[in-house]
């Protein structure tokens, strides 16, 4: 009974590899080269995609590149006015830290800092 399985798995097994190697005869007796049907299709579809991109160079990319100049433009004056923002906020953060610590050494032991008490509640 053993016997009977054994034998039957190994031809299975024997059926699946002669198979896969029937199946991979056309591109090893072809040595590398793409069969017809393949070479054919791949001439197609490089037809295709120069139509399109052809298509779109005509039609759509004069229709959206003045667009796209108009929001680039846009979009960086933007970026610009925050970049002014930022450097305002940080000049304005960095002369408060120095107004700070001056008036810490001028007056030391005076708390004038007009902070909300930091203290945590539940204390």
Same mark, same amino acid.
């Given at each position: 009974?053993? &016997?009977?399985?054994?034998?039957?798995?190994? +031809?299975?097994?024997?059926?699946?590899?002669?198979?896969?190697?029937?199946?991979?005869?056309?591109?090893?007796?072809?040595?590398?080269?793409?069969?017809?049907? +393949?070479?054919?299709? +791949?001439?197609?579809?490089?037809?295709?995609?120069?139509?399109?991109?052809?298509?779109?160079?005509?039609?759509?990319?004069?229709?959206?590149?003045?667009?796209? &100049?108009?929001?680039?433009?846009?979009?960086?004056?933007?970026?610009?006015? &925050?970049?002014?923002?930022? $450097?305002?906020?940080?000049?304005?953060?960095?002369?408060?830290?120095?107004?700070?610590?001056?008036? $810490?050494?001028?007056?030391?032991?005076?708390?004038?800092?007009?902070?909300?008490? &930091?203290?945590?509640?539940?204390?």
């Amino acid at each position: 009974m053993r &016997q009977k399985r054994f034998i039957k798995y190994f +031809v299975i097994i024997g059926v699946i590899f002669g198979t896969v190697f029937l199946s991979q005869q056309a591109h090893i007796l072809d040595k590398g080269n793409k069969s017809t049907f +393949v070479n054919g299709a +791949v001439q197609q579809a490089e037809a295709y995609v120069a139509k399109g991109s052809g298509w779109v160079m005509d039609k759509v990319f004069p229709s959206i590149s003045g667009e796209v &100049q108009k929001r680039g433009e846009m979009v960086t004056e933007g970026i610009n006015d &925050q970049k002014e923002k930022v $450097s305002e906020n940080i000049s304005e953060k960095i002369s408060n830290y120095f107004s700070g610590v001056k008036e $810490s050494i001028l007056h030391p032991g005076e708390n004038n800092c007009e902070c909300e008490n &930091q203290s945590t509640s539940g204390q």
